[in-house]
């Protein structure tokens, strides 16, 4: 159903009021407006204050709508003009984009929203970062991040870094090195986290590592070591151990990170990690979906040998997946 009014050709009327200079706009598949791209200065009303929608091109934003809206008419994206502070949960913070929930309540706010190009590098757009500090109850740090998400409830869901960063978080396994971020509970525990280097961590089956080499760092909402709401150690992945377990019927199963084409270059190798998942209302682990009760099979942890890796320096700006050693 149609939730807008053309108003002439550069104006829309849609349910927060007036967009004038409307360059072009889009709609779902059954009618309902999906989203403007505007050449004039407006002004938007939200839970994250009064936002001014991007009505200018450059070389370094990304294309997309200015606004976007949901079916109902609800918006839940705005690309800002400039960066500008918005209000979020926990104070003012700079933005280039936000998202909204269907409800109106502030979804992500990302600092920046550059396109890396080769006019645009990746250090010029740090230099337009800032660094932030979080106190979250069982851990501080301070630097610089992409974003931030927040639960409908305007608790923190999770926060990523800026590329290259760095934060030491205090976790139930000790302290881990995150270069990716950190999920949370609606309580404020932490859920997940990404090492930014293999980690030794103690489970119910043994001692593995976690890492996940093929992480690639658009958000830190799901990350491969993750915990209970309680403390306890809930999945990981990993890349460096293998798992032989004797089922109860006798058998010997093995499990071993696959080994693949590197994505860039065939003739270099690399893998991806095992996922491991502890159940710990049945009893369970699940490794690669196959489910075993813990008290009545046997698991032995075996290390495995990643391939080598031989990149160029060019690629490590953006490549995760180089071989790093185990961090004890």
């Not at 501080?140 to 934060?167: D, Q, R, V, W």
């Amino acid at each position: 159903m149609q939730n807008y009014m053309v108003l002439d050709r550069e104006t829309i009327q849609t349910p927060y009021g007036i967009l004038g200079g409307v360059e072009s706009f889009y709609c779902h598949p059954k009618g309902e407006l999906s989203g403007v791209n505007l050449s004039e200065k407006n002004m938007i009303v939200t839970q994250a204050g009064e936002l001014v929608p991007a009505y200018t091109e450059t070389a370094r934003r990304k294309k997309k709508p200015s606004v976007e809206f949901n079916k109902q008419g609800m918006i839940i994206s705005v690309a800002l003009e400039e960066q500008q502070e918005v209000y979020t949960p926990i104070g003012e913070l700079p933005a280039e984009l936000v998202k909204f929930y269907p409800s109106g309540e502030l979804h992500r706010v990302f600092i920046l929203d550059g396109q890396l190009s080769g006019f645009w590098t990746e250090e010029d757009e740090r230099e337009r970062n800032i660094s932030l500090t979080f106190d979250l109850g069982f851990s501080e740090f301070k630097a610089m991040i992409n974003g931030i998400c927040f639960y409908e409830n305007g608790n923190i869901k999770s926060i990523t870094l800026f590329p290259n960063e760095k934060a030491v978080i205090k976790t139930p396994m000790g302290m881990v090195e995150t270069k990716v971020g950190l999920s949370l509970y609606e309580s404020g525990n932490l859920e997940s986290i990404e090492p930014g280097d293999p980690v030794l961590v103690s489970t119910p089956i043994g001692r593995i590592t976690a890492y996940d080499p093929d992480q690639n760092g658009i958000n830190a909402d799901s990350n491969s070591l993750s915990f209970t709401e309680a403390g306890e150690i809930k999945g990981l992945i990993t890349c460096d151990h293998s798992i032989y377990v004797q089922t109860e019927e006798g058998e010997l199963k093995k499990y071993s990170p696959r080994v693949k084409a590197h994505p860039l270059y065939d003739e270099i190798q690399t893998v991806s990690g095992i996922p491991v998942k502890f159940l710990p209302d049945s009893g369970e682990v699940m490794i690669e979906g196959d489910r075993y009760y813990i008290k009545s099979c046997g698991f032995t942890i075996e290390p495995f040998l990643r391939p080598g890796m031989h990149c160029s320096p060019a690629d490590c700006a953006s490549c995760s997946l180089c071989n790093k050693s185990m961090a004890e």
